[in-house]
């Protein structure tokens, strides 16, 4: 399986940016469909936005729809969340995930690799 370490995330102002990366290693990473899930605080961890292997279709949940954009360099073995227009409803810790499963990349139970949660924060 692969290995994800994510990076960035931090405290941001509403309407303001963040941008989310995610290292992939020990696996060949053009074989994976990435995704970013989030949970807050006393919720359930939710789907964010996902991407297929080549990078040619993405998924995003309704709620970042428009503000939030996922893309991967397979060259470089890295996925990143650009995250604009954040709200404080963006506020939740951020796992990057991979799957080399063909199953619906909205349900979290589909992936198999799992990186450590980063903080997102947004202040209002």
């Known amino acids: 399986q692969v290995q994800l370490v994510p990076s960035g995330g931090g405290l941001a102002q509403a309407g303001g940016s963040l941008r989310l990366s995610c290292a992939a290693s020990?696996?060949?990473?053009?074989?994976?469909?990435i995704a970013w899930f989030r949970q807050a605080p006393g919720k359930e961890r939710e789907f964010v936005a996902a991407?297929?292997?080549?990078?040619?279709?993405?998924y995003y949940a309704d709620s970042v729809k428009g503000r939030f954009t996922i893309s991967r360099d397979n060259a470089k073995n890295l996925g990143n969340l650009q995250m604009n227009s954040l709200n404080a409803d963006d506020t939740a810790v951020y796992y990057c995930?991979?799957?080399?499963?063909?199953?619906?990349?909205?349900?979290?139970?589909?992936?198999?690799?799992w990186g450590q949660g980063t903080q997102v924060t947004v202040s209002s």
């Open positions: 020990g696996g060949t990473f053009s074989r994976y469909r």
């Open positions: 991407i297929s292997r080549n990078g040619g279709t993405t």
């Open positions: 995930a991979a799957s080399s499963q063909a199953l619906n990349p909205r349900i979290l139970s589909g992936y198999d690799s």
